[in-house]
């Protein structure tokens, strides 16, 4: 039991101090983007239905694991190239080749004496942060004008060893609903102690969300209600039965063309701690980044347990990110007939499996839509883990998850395997 016993070292480290320690698929949340129109040689049908920019399954499932490779990298590269083209006054490439955003670098870990050296070669410091809830700070520079982010990285890290320098890289949701521009906003209301924590979009109002629902912005133009966001808290709406703890949703997207970058992440996770959040759910993707690792590591210090999908870039996809950090539950999805998505990423551990296609949301319009992709399966297991996991106590968290193993059913190899995981949960849930 491979990933039985990932959990277990997981579970260990979180009594360690917290200080002490990407599959991209359409930017569903920010600018909505008009894709070239992908077809596949000697078929006539659309990859990307031009309606809802959902990815079509059954093109994919005539593919051959070759031909979807080679698709799905394709699609990729030009979905990135496409939004860093059309936002490019405010986004840029770090020195892997990941949007960010343009001119701002993030610092983690940095002396006085390397902070005061770094002004003095001509770095302006934008920000000095200390996260809430979270115990972690940084700073944020400026690059220097005409300095790209790739040079102005290599060099600021060169000059502060001790610290971790990254990108505000930019994270996408792993589903395929684009952001709603004029829904109305679900009216915040107060939750309990116990909520579970939700960080993507906005949410709006829709008579499937019947659970308490209180959201904050950390974006320009924040909370703004986004397709992906309400579709997603629909189905944990749903899945918790309306349970009166409710949702807290974190919106870091807004109207920001920048938005969903890994300081508005980490802030909105102290939020969430802060809230003695126990679960929560995120079902974007994205490069590793310095601030965004230590602010999970900082949250799962405190006892938070955090699901996060493993992406929509099909098996050949690198990892992505938060799904990949140690001790996330990394959760793929399935269609009608338990059979993995093709286009899920396994490169990014995968410990379990749940509904990703068949399966319908809540839509800002006020309809049911249909739903596909890993973003989808995510509220389906963190809704089960956190009947097993109500409050946060670090004590409980390898008996919670091994009560999640337990209910699982194996799909593939016999026993955990890297395509389902431990297996499916929650095989009848959401709306269909």
Not at 77 to 90: A, K, P, S, T
Not at 184 to 208: C, E, K, T, W, Y
Not at 352 to 361: D, S
Request: contains cysteine; glycine residues 12%; hydrophobic residues 45%.
């Amino acid at each position: 039991m491979k990933i039985t016993v990932k959990w277990i070292a997981a579970a260990l480290l979180l009594i360690v101090p917290a200080a002490a320690f990407p599959q991209l698929a359409l930017p569903t949340v920010g600018p909505v983007l008009r894709l070239p129109d992908q077809r596949l040689d000697g078929m006539t049908d659309p990859l990307i239905d031009p309606v809802s920019g959902m990815v079509d399954g059954s093109v994919l499932d005539r593919l051959t694991p070759s031909e979807l490779s080679s698709v799905l990298k394709q699609l990729r590269i030009d979905r990135l190239n496409q939004f860093v083209r059309q936002n490019g006054e405010y986004v840029e490439r770090d020195r892997n080749g990941d949007p960010a955003v343009r001119g701002v670098l993030i610092a983690t870990g940095m002396s006085a004496s390397s902070v005061e050296r770094a002004e003095q070669v001509g770095f302006r410091i934008l920000e000095r942060s200390e996260i809430e809830g979270l115990d972690l700070s940084y700073v944020k520079f400026a690059t220097r004008p005409g300095k790209s982010l790739n040079s102005e990285q290599k060099r600021l890290q060169k000059l502060a060893g001790e610290a971790e320098i990254s990108a505000d890289n930019i994270y996408f949701a792993s589903g395929s609903r684009p952001l709603a521009s004029n829904a109305a906003l679900l009216a915040n209301s107060a939750v309990r102690s116990g909520a579970m924590g939700l960080i993507d979009g906005g949410v709006a109002r829709h008579s499937a969300i019947t659970m308490p629902v209180e959201q904050r912005g950390f974006a320009t133009g924040a909370p703004k209600a986004s397709s992906h966001a309400t579709a997603i808290a629909s189905l944990i709406s749903g899945s918790l039965q309306a349970g009166p703890r409710g949702l807290l949703a974190a919106d870091i997207y807004g109207s920001d063309p920048a938005g969903g970058n890994a300081s508005a992440l980490a802030r909105a996770l102290g939020w969430m701690a802060k809230r003695h959040v126990p679960v929560v759910a995120i079902s974007l993707v994205g490069p590793d980044n310095g601030l965004l690792s230590r602010a999970i590591k900082a949250a799962q210090g405190q006892g938070m347990l955090i699901v996060a999908a493993v992406g929509n870039d099909g098996p050949a996809a690198p990892p992505r990110y938060p799904a990949g950090y140690k001790g996330v539950i990394g959760v793929t999805g399935v269609d009608q007939h338990e059979h993995a998505l093709p286009e899920a990423g396994t490169a990014t551990p995968v410990d379990f499996a749940a509904p990703g296609a068949g399966i319908k949301g809540a839509s800002p319009e006020g309809k049911l839509v249909a739903l596909r992709g890993t973003s989808f399966a995510v509220p389906l297991v963190a809704a089960r883990l956190l009947s097993h996991y109500p409050a946060v106590n670090i004590s409980r968290i390898e008996p919670a998850v091994t009560g999640l193993i337990d209910e699982a059913k194996d799909l593939g190899k016999k026993g955990a395997d890297k395509i389902y995981g431990h297996g499916l949960i929650c095989g009848k849930c959401g709306i269909r």
